[in-house]
């Protein structure tokens, strides 16, 4: 038996990195789950993205466990998409207690300063796709008529300027990731009559595609940064996939049943270095 036995989960970006790591760890405590990722590469955000192939060695995975898995191909930018999907799955698979919403972008290296194709496709995703996520996701919730948990993956950016140069790309996602913080207030005020629990996470550097790939690292060894080493703490390695995903278990099962409207740091004391 599970913490979250039938229980119904919806993640976003949940091909690879922490989506991935999320789903597989929800179904070992009993959930069902809807993984939702684009499987498509975005024009402005200069590294590859999860694939269709790593959508379903997600699902695999998760129906490894004795759990059952619906794969979503949809873009967490485009609303109507996202919810036709959505909506399509849960015919599939059950209504829905559980939702993180953890598909995210950023562009470190990418130092131009007036990049709107940048900037646009960073907020579109880490912020609207958000806001897109709930729309399609909690009035199943509703309807089911049990309450339920909503965890938003911010950032340790979502909370502190650091790491800032100047270019669209750590604007945006600094603007992004701080706006969740507003959604995830706002949501945990509105759903709260439903018994909806609303919380974000906020990881420092995770050690996933998005920041792990090509484009970042020849990016740093050709014109190392000062300002995205800040992002990073001396002598401590980046945070796993799991770190992440103990706070979401923690956060989605009843042991947090009294715990709304907060902001969790996985990020070894970043936030107030």
């Not at 759903?191 to 020849?218: C, E």
Request: charge should be negative.
């Amino acid at each position: 038996m599970g913490e979250l036995d039938n229980a119904v989960a919806v993640i976003t970006g949940a091909a690879r990195g922490q989506g991935r790591s999320h789903a597989v760890a929800l179904a070992e405590q009993g959930a069902d789950i809807i993984a939702v990722d684009i499987c498509a590469d975005v024009d402005a955000i200069p590294y590859p993205l999860g694939t269709k192939a790593d959508l379903d060695e997600t699902v695999r995975l998760v129906e490894a466990t004795g759990r059952r898995a619906a794969a979503v191909v949809a873009d967490v930018r485009d609303l109507a998409q996202l919810e036709t999907a959505v909506q399509a799955a849960i015919g599939e698979v059950g209504e829905v207690d559980i939702v993180v919403a953890n598909a995210g972008v950023v562009a470190i290296g990418d130092t131009d300063d007036h990049s709107e194709p940048v900037f646009n496709s960073i907020v579109d995703t880490n912020l609207k796709g958000v806001w897109h996520t709930l729309l399609a996701t909690v009035p199943s919730i509703i309807r089911k008529g049990r309450g339920g948990s909503v965890v938003m993956i911010s950032s340790s950016q979502g909370l502190t300027g650091r790491g800032g140069d100047g270019s669209s790309a750590m604007f945006a996602y600094a603007a992004s990731k701080h706006g969740v913080v507003g959604l995830m207030r706002s949501a945990a005020n509105a759903y709260a009559p439903h018994k909806i629990r609303v919380n974000s996470i906020h990881p420092a550097g995770v050690m996933t595609p998005m920041i792990l790939n090509d484009f970042v690292v020849n990016r740093m060894l050709e014109n190392p940064n000062p300002a995205v080493s800040q992002m990073l703490l001396p002598d401590v390695p980046l945070v796993e996939p799991q770190d992440v995903t103990e706070a979401v278990l923690w956060l989605v099962s009843p042991k947090a049943r009294y715990v709304t409207g907060v902001s969790i740091p996985v990020d070894a004391g970043h936030v107030v270095m």
